[in-house]
């Protein structure tokens, strides 16, 4: 059971990203998906957050209007764009899958089952 995030790197303030995040080992049709940061000497914070089937998403007002969260479950793969970059958006980013019954987000962190290894992203000015 394993989670690939991969796409992080170095970009300009204003520039964009893509990660993405492969599942192997289980099927992520039944779990909600959501994607933390971590900065150096802070703790991991959610930043976007989708339901099973893809109805639903949640975003924190840090990165609401410039973060897209997205799966495609025929490739067991989530993505997260990420436009309008920011110095304060440079961490470790973490994919997570929690398993639950409903479509709905799960934007509690104990929830989660399986976490990625994480991709740096820095941003820089």
């Given at each position: 059971?394993q989670?690939?995030?991969?796409?992080?790197?170095?970009?300009?303030?204003?520039?964009?990203?893509?990660?993405?995040?492969?599942?192997?080992?289980?099927?992520?049709?039944?779990?909600?998906?959501g994607?933390?940061r971590?900065a150096?000497g802070?703790?991991r914070?959610?930043?976007?957050?989708?339901?099973?089937?893809?109805?639903s998403t949640?975003?924190?007002?840090?990165?609401?209007?410039r973060?897209?969260?997205?799966?495609?479950?025929?490739?067991?793969?989530?993505?997260?764009?990420?436009?309008?970059?920011?110095?304060?958006?440079?961490?470790?980013?973490y994919?997570?899958?929690?398993?639950?019954?409903?479509?709905?987000v799960?934007?509690?962190?104990?929830?989660?089952?399986?976490?990625?290894?994480?991709?740096?992203?820095?941003?820089?000015?």
């Amino acid at each position: 059971v394993q989670l690939q995030a991969s796409g992080g790197g170095l970009v300009q303030a204003g520039g964009s990203l893509r990660l993405s995040c492969a599942a192997s080992g289980f099927t992520l049709d039944y779990f909600a998906i959501g994607w933390f940061r971590q900065a150096p000497g802070k703790e991991r914070e959610g930043v976007a957050y989708i339901s099973r089937r893809g109805s639903s998403t949640y975003y924190p007002d840090s990165v609401r209007g410039r973060f897209t969260i997205s799966r495609d479950n025929a490739k067991n793969t989530i993505y997260l764009q990420m436009n309008s970059l920011k110095l304060e958006d440079t961490a470790v980013y973490y994919c997570a899958a929690g398993s639950l019954l409903k479509d709905y987000v799960l934007t509690r962190i104990t929830g989660y089952d399986y976490w990625g290894q994480g991709t740096d992203v820095t941003v820089s000015s």
